[in-house]
């Protein structure tokens, strides 16, 4: 126990017979007096740490460790059941390592530690326990709170500041339990993230608040597998950074989140990533082309949430073996579909909306074996733009849905072009059955190389049509069970040459024109 005066050095551990214990059997506590002023430690110079604890079962507390020389740490506990409890570390620039170095089975609570070039608390080996404690660091490349092959390890009700650096970083460590903190990186500098994760696997983040003010709020970059993210809310800004990226792993489970991109991607699964779940959670991204929610990867499983990008895309999927489920997003960009699927393919879409109320609702572009049931897809009136809008894409199945574009089109099927070299991609053998579609025009169909459409009911307005053929059709585009109503013309061919024959329509009374050929051009065969 310190007398309340100022000493130079004290140095833990050496010429004790036993684990903290003194010659007489007495448990070994280092603190200030109670009630008085804490009394501060200054390490001289060549020394290690203002406290160096090498034996086991010591306790410090109530102390002030202010370095005015250059050592590694503050405080370096290098033995097990070491507790640390109501100290303050203030490095002044001068402390290399970190403020509190940790080995295993320690403990560090109701604690303060600025340093600048050094990691705020660094904790190696297993079964550390910090608490109540706020961290601060100045100096890049450098964390709040370092986990550097930790394992078992709780991080609870603390704060981790980084200026311009990392709120937690873990790396190489593994099933650790970060609880009810706040991880922040504060400056606008360009990097770093509130809470990194590298070489790090089955670790649990719950009820935190993470936060990067440049770069990305939570970053799980290489081989983080099996992690789970929960009850949190995470925000980024800055040069098109993601609130939550994953960069690569598998298994990782994000779960009840609040995420938020002023500046970028609100979540992005990247292609490194697979088998994650997200669920639950509500993506807001504020920055014009970006997403709510992206995935690249692939056996993802999104489901029940909220998707919110009104300058982007509420959810876009790139990736393969996708299954998104009881999902809702809202966008309003004419640029930018409210649902985007390109590429990849084998994605299911289940009791879904999307709604885009500046643009197209959905878009399937060069993609296959897209399966959506029981969703509603809904895009602007207008501007030529479509609740669901094929482009080359193959092999697809949209049923028991509703598609609408007032005044637009509520389901378009056509080719992509690639502009690069100029080649076109026209879609095969897509299916459509139970349908209620909604548009100026319910559905035209300018490309298409077979496919089937049925059981569907489809509504025009009294300047639009049923259904519009245009010229690029191939193969046998079956028709049955389909009733128009409220359409000018029930059917209606593009100002091109059609061959085509259709079958299986019934028309109510308040089509004014059955078949409207006027647009047809010479070399047309169409029998109805």
Do not use: C
Not at 35 to 52: I, K, L
Not at 295 to 302: C, F, K, L, Q, Y
Request: charged share 10%; proline share 2%.
């Amino acid at each position: 126990e310190t007398d309340g005066w100022y000493y130079v050095e004290y140095n833990g551990g050496r010429g004790w017979i036993g684990p903290g214990k003194e010659a007489n059997g007495f448990a070994i506590r280092i603190m200030g007096t109670p009630g008085a002023d804490r009394p501060t430690v200054t390490p001289p110079g060549g020394s290690t740490a203002g406290f160096s604890l090498q034996t086991s079962g010591v306790g410090l507390s109530d102390v002030n460790v202010v370095t005015t020389n250059t050592v590694v740490y503050g405080i370096l506990v290098s033995s097990p059941l070491v507790t640390v409890s109501s100290v303050s570390v203030d490095s002044g620039g001068r402390i290399t390592g970190a403020g509190i170095f940790l080995s295993s089975g320690g403990a560090v609570s109701y604690s303060s530690i600025t340093v600048q070039n050094a990691d705020g608390v660094r904790i190696t080996g297993s079964s550390n326990t910090i608490s109540f404690t706020t961290a601060s660091v100045t100096a890049f490349s450098r964390a709040a709170f370092y986990f550097n092959g930790a394992s078992s390890t709780t991080l609870q009700d603390s704060f981790g500041y980084g200026n311009p650096v990392y709120g937690a970083f873990l790396y190489h460590s593994h099933r650790n339990v970060l609880a009810r903190n706040t991880l922040r990186k504060v400056s606008a500098a360009a990097g770093a993230a509130g809470l990194f994760l590298n070489d790090a696997s089955s670790n649990t983040v719950t009820e935190s608040f993470v936060s990067n003010a440049g770069g990305a709020g939570a970053d799980l970059s290489v081989n983080a597998h099996n992690n789970l993210i929960e009850l949190s809310s995470i925000t980024a800004a800055g040069a098109v950074y993601d609130g939550l990226l994953l960069g690569h792993g598998n298994g990782n489970r994000f779960s009840r989140l609040y995420v938020y991109s002023r500046d970028g991607n609100a979540g992005s699964l990247s292609s490194g990533s697979s088998e994650s779940t997200v669920e639950l959670s509500t993506f807001v991204s504020a920055y014009a082309g970006a997403r709510a929610l992206g995935t690249n990867g692939s056996s993802e499983t999104i489901t029940g949430n909220l998707l919110l990008a009104p300058a982007g895309t509420a959810l876009g999927l790139f990736g393969s073996s996708i299954t998104v489920s009881r999902n809702v997003g809202f966008t309003a960009n004419g640029s930018y579909p409210g649902l985007y699927v390109a590429g990849g393919g084998y994605v299911a879409i289940r009791d879904s909306s999307f709604e885009n109320s500046a643009g197209d609702g959905g878009k399937l572009e060069r993609t296959a074996w897209v399966d959506i049931l029981r969703s509603t897809i809904a895009g602007a009136g207008g501007g030529g733009y479509a609740g669901l809008r094929l482009e080359g894409a193959s092999s697809n199945t949209v049923t028991a849905s509703r598609l609408s574009a007032p005044g637009g089109v509520g389901l378009s099927i056509g080719s992509y072009l690639e502009l690069f070299d100029m080649t076109t991609t026209t879609g095969v053998e897509n299916v459509f059955s139970g349908l209620t579609v909604v548009g100026s025009t319910a559905v035209s169909v300018s490309a298409s190389h077979g496919g089937s459409l049925a059981s569907s009911v489809l509504y025009g307005d009294p300047s639009g049509a049923g259904l519009v053929l245009g010229a690029e059709n191939a193969g046998v585009l079956a028709l049955s069970s389909l009733t128009v109503r409220g359409a000018r013309a029930a059917l209606a061919f593009g100002d091109a040459v059609v061959v085509a024959t259709v079958t299986g329509i019934s028309i109510d009374g308040t089509s004014a024109v059955s078949a409207d050929g006027t647009t047809l051009l010479p070399g047309s065969r169409v029998t109805v």
